[in-house]
Structure formats: C-alpha cells, structure tokens
C-alpha cells in the first residue's frame, strides 16, 4: 500500500500561484509514476500532469505553459507549482500513484493505482 498526502490548496486570486505538494509513504518503492488530476463541482475528474519515476513529464493542455509538475524520488515527494492560475482551475485536486511501468501516453488515464484524499483550490476572479 501507498498512502498519500496533498497539501497546498487554498484560495488565490486570478493570475496568481499556488504550490501543491504530495508525500508518499508505505510501499515507496512502487511508484513508477506519479499524478495530478482535477474535479471540479458537477464535473468529471480530469487528468492535469504526471511524471514518471525518470522524470518525464506530460501535461492537460489546458495547463501546459502554466503548470509545472517536478518530482523528488529521494522524498517520495511530486510537486504541482501552478501560475497564472484561472477561476477554471478551481477544483478538488487529487495526487495519485501508479506503481507499475506504463506508456507515458497512457498516464492521462485514470487508472492509477493510489490516490491522494484531495486538496481544494479555489480561484476568485
């Protein structure tokens, strides 16, 4: 098992940033790559970015340009850094885990193996 803990939501204005950060614990060594996805009230989750345990990156395009998603493999940590944040980016965000090998195109999918309780951000205009 993976636990996990987000933490960093809160309220921004438009334009602004936010910093979401993710600690994994337990089965550490089993996080091949790790997650952000969004839910926005009457909505469905939605990927936003991954990276993999060798640091490769795929983001939403909603988001490209605007987020980054880094990661440190020796504190089983993945950081979301969010700028030039949109009211449309309001939403629960979710930190998640998959713990085997998969195509970096296939990490916008929500098969993941673990997820985060969520943390809320909220953007005002």
């Known amino acids: 098992q993976v636990q996990l803990v987000e933490s960093g939501g809160g309220l921004v204005q438009a334009g602004g940033s936010l910093r979401l950060d993710c600690a994994a614990s337990?089965?550490?060594?089993?996080?091949?790559?790790m997650g952000w996805f969004r839910q926005a009230p009457g909505k469905e989750r939605e990927f936003v970015a991954a990276?993999?345990?060798?640091?490769?990156?795929t983001y939403a395009n909603s988001v490209k340009g605007r987020f980054t998603i880094s990661r440190d493999n020796a504190r089983n940590t993945v950081i979301l850094q969010m700028n030039s944040l949109k009211p449309e980016d309001t939403a629960v965000y979710y930190c998640?885990?998959?713990?085997?090998?998969?195509?970096?195109?296939?990490?916008?999918?929500?098969?993941?193996?673990?997820w985060g309780q969520g943390t809320q951000v909220t953007v005002s205009s």
């Open positions: 990276i993999t345990y060798g640091k490769m990156t």
């Open positions: 337990g089965r550490t060594w089993s996080t091949y790559a």
């Open positions: 998640a885990v998959r713990a085997t090998y998969s195509d970096i195109r296939s990490l916008s999918l929500p098969e993941y193996d673990y």
